[in-house]
């Protein structure tokens, strides 16, 4: 059950070394909070990066060059990530106000609500699932402790070898209830794999949960899996994920998404889509800022499994 968290390129990588790309997921989460006009959420995500690149976000001439770069390589994937953060924590703490007893990160990485909502947790006793590889969790483990001076006791670090693994086993000898109602937060990872591993997530999730679970997860368009959306960032983000070994594999066009998920046992909540994205998140960047603008490809979907 956990073979649909990444694809099998990243397991492979994952599994024997730390991920890379969790670093960078951190890094522009740490530089969208230092943007003026708009403070991204994410204070803690500085503290996971390497003193190199705390010194790019530190240093504001270099933080603007490279965020050119980021958006010259893939345009429209900065906002995104701004975007996903802001989303993702208003669900936490929705589903906390409503009743959630668990909090289970797919691919945790260096998310940091765990540590940024560690007072909402313990006042609605929860308890948060950070799932991953091995060399990734112990890497971070290392740095909580660093940053914290000891693992916090709502946190449970569950580390997943995704070639051997059983995701429920795993979780389950940390503690994780299958009866309990959990938010799921599965971000960056449905384009990268077959619909096979997507429909087993889903599963995993409707089956191995409490009632009133639900998951929030964001997810690319059909147009650009098959190589016909021509919109903004799609053909460069296309070809740079390709030239990276990790091309898009899946996607759901907007008409689909209803369908596909009453079909897997859920109820769609709410789609936030790039201009919801944009009115939301983006009113007060900077006007014709290339990083801050979003591509119409994209969208964040909340799930909610049916009784």
């Given at each position: 059950?956990?073979?649909?968290?990444?694809?099998?390129?990243?397991?492979?990588?994952?599994?024997?070394?730390?991920?890379?790309?969790?670093?960078?997921?951190?890094?522009?989460?740490?530089?969208?909070?230092?943007?003026?006009?708009?403070?991204?959420?994410?204070?803690?995500?500085?503290h996971f990066l390497?003193?190199?690149?705390?010194?790019?976000?530190?240093?504001?001439?270099?933080?603007?060059?490279?965020?050119?770069?980021?958006?010259?390589?893939?345009?429209?994937?900065?906002?995104?990530?701004?975007?996903?953060?802001?989303?993702?924590?208003?669900?936490?703490?929705?589903?906390?106000?409503?009743?959630?007893?668990?909090?289970v990160v797919l691919?945790?990485?260096?998310?940091?609500?765990?540590?940024?909502?560690?007072?909402?947790?313990?006042?609605?006793?929860?308890?948060?699932?950070?799932?991953?590889?091995?060399?990734?969790?112990?890497?971070?483990?290392?740095?909580?402790?660093?940053?914290?001076?000891?693992?916090?006791?709502?946190?449970?670090?569950?580390?997943?070898?995704?070639?051997?693994?059983?995701?429920?086993?795993?979780?389950?000898?940390?503690?994780?209830?299958?009866?309990?109602?959990?938010?799921?937060?599965w971000e960056g990872?449905?384009?990268?794999?077959?619909?096979?591993?997507?429909?087993?997530?889903?599963?995993?999730?409707?089956?191995?949960?409490?009632?009133?679970?639900?998951?929030?997860?964001?997810?690319?368009?059909?147009?650009?899996?098959?190589?016909?959306?021509?919109?903004?960032?799609?053909?460069?983000?296309?070809?740079?994920?390709?030239?990276?070994?990790?091309?898009?594999?899946?996607?759901?066009?907007?008409?689909?998404?209803?369908?596909?998920?009453?079909?897997?046992?859920?109820?769609?909540?709410?789609?936030?889509?790039?201009?919801?994205?944009?009115?939301?998140?983006?009113?007060?960047?900077?006007?014709?800022?290339?990083?801050?603008?979003?591509?119409?490809?994209?969208?964040?979907?909340?799930?909610?499994?049916?009784?």
């Open positions: 059950m956990c073979a649909g968290l990444y694809s099998i390129a990243e397991r492979h990588r994952m599994t024997k070394k730390a991920s890379r790309t969790a670093e960078l997921a951190a890094l522009a989460r740490a530089s969208m909070h230092r943007e003026p006009a708009l403070r991204g959420p994410d204070h803690v995500a500085i390497s003193a190199p690149l705390k010194l790019l976000v530190s240093l504001e001439p270099l933080r603007r060059k490279a965020l050119k770069l980021y958006a010259k390589l893939m345009p429209g994937a900065y906002a995104l990530v701004g975007a996903r953060t802001w989303a993702i924590d208003d669900f936490v703490q929705r589903e906390l106000q409503g009743g959630a007893q668990q909090v691919g945790a990485g260096y998310d940091t609500r765990a540590y940024r909502f560690a007072e909402t947790l313990r006042a609605a006793a929860a308890r948060v699932f950070e799932v991953d590889a091995p060399a990734t969790s112990q890497l971070k483990q290392a740095k909580v402790k660093h940053l914290f001076g000891s693992l916090p006791p709502e946190v449970a670090y569950v580390q997943v070898d995704f070639e051997r693994d059983s995701l429920e086993e795993r979780l389950t000898q940390a503690g994780y209830s299958t009866s309990a109602r959990t938010a799921f937060l990872v449905t384009y990268y794999l077959q619909q096979s591993a997507v429909e087993l997530v889903l599963r995993f999730v409707r089956e191995r949960s409490g009632p009133a679970s639900a998951i929030i997860f964001d997810h690319i368009h059909r147009g650009i899996v098959e190589g016909r959306d021509t919109s903004f960032g799609a053909q460069q983000q296309r070809r740079y994920v390709q030239s990276k070994g990790e091309p898009f594999v899946f996607g759901l066009d907007p008409e689909e998404l209803p369908g596909f998920l009453e079909q897997h046992g859920f109820g769609l909540e709410e789609v936030i889509n790039a201009d919801a994205m944009a009115a939301r998140y983006f009113a007060q960047a900077p006007k014709d800022s290339e990083p801050h603008r979003l591509t119409s490809f994209c969208a964040i979907a909340v799930a909610r499994a049916k009784g």
